[in-house]
């Protein structure tokens, strides 16, 4: 089952706009990862924000988590056409003795338009 | 360089057949992991493993099989009990998912003809 929700599942904006997406998941974590895919392409690591962290930047990145809401949000300021891609988060949800899971989201499809 | 290669990048698959989708990590990576990607969805875990000769199954192991019989190497099966195994197949590996980004490879698309 999927753990991580993305919200909205597609985004229009126009060059220089900026772009929110969110990420709602269902269980506790000890990190919340964000990813871009080009289409075709694997995946990329964007950033990581820990459980005990409550804003992250990263460049035109910023990545806040609310543990309490279980959810996340990546913003990415100034948008550039070259940010089109689709932005998946993933958590560390499934963790035993027999190892820890990395579980994905839907993802949100952003297209930046010139 | 260090990385995480996969092949081939296309691959074709006939009625019946098994195929074996290769995934190789040179990052002394502990963990390992198969997804697959249907087109405009997200990534469904199939298999991943945390430490040689062990593996767990994902929320869609049926039709699947894996081995991890070397740290680097994490190859995946797709077996002809896989009724529908059109898609876009991604390895990842990470030293620890609880701390550590994950790397991934390229992705292999297989088509059933």
């Known amino acids: 089952s999927q753990q991580g929700e993305e919200d909205p599942q597609a985004l229009s904006i126009q060059e220089g706009e900026n772009a929110t997406m969110n990420c709602s998941y269902k269980?506790?974590?000890?990190?919340l990862q964000w990813y871009r895919q080009n289409s075709g392409r694997g995946l990329v690591h964007l950033i990581l924000?820990?459980?005990?962290?409550r804003e992250k930047h990263s460049g035109r990145l910023r990545v806040t988590l609310d543990t309490s809401k279980k959810s996340s949000s990546l913003l990415i300021t100034a948008s550039r056409a070259a940010d089109t891609a689709s932005y998946f988060c993933?958590?560390?949800?499934?963790?035993?003795?027999?190892?820890?899971?990395?579980?994905f989201g839907k993802g949100t499809t952003l297209s930046v338009s010139s | 360089d260090g990385g995480i290669t996969q092949s081939p990048k296309y691959l074709f698959r006939k009625e019946g057949q098994n195929v074996t989708l290769s995934c190789e990590q040179n990052?002394?990576?502990?963990?390992m992991y198969w997804y697959r990607q249907d087109p405009g969805q997200g990534l469904r875990l199939i298999y991943y493993?945390?430490?040689?000769?062990?593996?767990q199954k994902g929320d869609i192991a049926e039709g699947y099989s894996v081995s991890r019989e070397k740290k680097e190497s994490f190859p995946l099966t797709v077996t002809s009990a896989q009724k529908n195994p059109t898609a876009f197949y991604l390895c990842?590996?990470?030293?620890?998912?609880?701390?550590?980004?994950?790397?991934f490879g390229q992705g292999t698309r297989l088509t059933v003809v």
């Open positions: 924000i820990r459980s005990n962290e």
């Open positions: 269980t506790s974590i000890n990190n």
């Open positions: 493993s945390q430490i040689v000769n062990d593996f």
């Open positions: 990842a590996s990470t030293w620890d998912p609880r701390n550590t980004e994950a790397f």
């Open positions: 990052l002394n990576h502990d963990a």
């Open positions: 993933a958590t560390d949800a499934r963790s035993n003795q027999a190892g820890t899971a990395l579980i």
